[in-house]
């Protein structure tokens, strides 16, 4: 249901952009976000897309991360810049049902992001 894309390797203060293919419906009808976890913490919000664009950041990321919705190919993107050694970590896409939440979603198969200093 969801297909991510774009991670890799870059050095401190590089840029990434990170890609998430859904289909349609879920593209559609479902708020998508990015989550990310590095080994041995918890699943943290990176940022969110409502189906009406607004938009919501983890805090370190505000300022250096922007979501958001391509509705032509049903993909959300998030471009990472002045990445640092902290962001190192497995990217999860999720789609959120905007009514039911949590009990109706879906998650990517997540890519790896790797920032070296």
């Known amino acids: 249901q969801l297909v991510e894309s774009g991670g890799g390797s870059v050095q401190e203060g590089g840029s990434l952009r990170l890609s998430c293919k859904a289909t349609?419906?879920?593209?559609?009808?479902?708020?998508l976000a990015w989550y990310r976890q590095a080994p041995g913490t918890q699943r943290e919000l990176v940022a969110k897309i409502t189906t009406s664009e607004v938009t919501e950041y983890g805090n370190s990321m505000k300022g250096r991360f922007t979501i958001s919705r391509d509705s032509s190919t049903y993909t959300m993107h998030l471009q990472m810049n002045n990445l640092k050694p902290e962001d190192t970590a497995v990217y999860y896409c999720?789609?959120?049902?905007?009514?039911?939440?949590?009990?109706?979603?879906?998650w990517g198969q997540g890519t790896q992001v790797t920032v070296s200093s």
């Open positions: 349609a419906s879920i593209f559609n009808y479902y708020h």
């Open positions: 999720n789609a959120e049902h905007p009514v039911i939440g949590s009990q109706l979603e879906y």
